[in-house]
Each structure stands twice: as structure tokens, then as C-alpha cells.
């Protein structure tokens, strides 16, 4: 998995987070490729290195998600072969707060990926 780590952004945090389930499940466009165990089968993929990672507001609650993968088919030659690849939509709630965190994961992605 890509780490987020390397890079700390306020509010921006990992699949361990207790509200992750909740979010991906109730979101009307939530699906099976936004949770934990997808992201887990992804990892254990030859080739791809999965990117995870919600907004949580100040009291904690997630608000936006965004899930991604790096997939390189040419290890030997990963600046030709390589690509970012989002198999589910970025998703986030219907609000300015939900809007404003999606931009945030979406540049945070974007420079990490």
C-alpha cells in the first residue's frame, strides 16, 4: 500500500480509521472496491500498490473517501508501463465539507501518485 505517511495532510487518514465500513457502506455510490478487504486483495496483487485514504472533519467524521491504484505492468520499466488507475469513484457526502475534503484527498493523491 501506498503509504500516507510520507506526507501528512490534516485530516487525511487511512483505511484504520473506525468510521471507514460505515462510510463506504451507506454511501448511495459506496461499493465492495472502497472497502478494507479490496483494498487488502489489491495489496496482494503482483503489480499493484493500492492507495486508500478518507477526510475526517474535526470531530472525526469521515466525509470523504478515495481509493486508487498504482498498477505497473513493466516492473523494469515503470516510467513507461506504470499508471494510476481508480476502479471506484472517489465519493464523499453531499456537502460543502464533503466537497472541500474530496478536493484535498484528490491532490494529496495526486501528489503521491
Known amino acids: 500500500m501506498i503509504s500516507l505517511s510520507g506526507k501528512q495532510v490534516a485530516g ?6 473506525p468510521g471507514w465500513d460505515q462510510f463506504a ?13 479490496m483494498i487488502q486483495a489489491f495489496e496482494a496483487t503482483d503489480g499493484i500498490d493500492p492507495f486508500a485514504c ?3 472533519n474535526d470531530d472525526g467524521r469521515i466525509v470523504a473517501m478515495l481509493t486508487s ?4 505492468t513493466l516492473r523494469r520499466l515503470p516510467s513507461l508501463s ?3 488507475v481508480q476502479f ?5 457526502e453531499d456537502s460543502s465539507e464533503g466537497v472541500a475534503g474530496l478536493k484535498r484527498l484528490i ?6 501518485m
Open 25 to 37: 457502506n451507506s454511501h448511495a455510490k459506496g461499493s465492495v472496491l472502497h472497502t478494507p478487504p
Open 82 to 84: 506504470s499508471r494510476a
Open 69 to 72: 491504484c498504482h498498477v505497473a
Open 12 to 17: 487525511v487518514v487511512g483505511t484504520d480509521h
Open 107 to 112: 491532490q494529496h493523491h495526486d501528489q503521491l
Open 88 to 92: 471506484a469513484e472517489p465519493i464523499c
Open 54 to 56: 478518507c477526510y475526517a
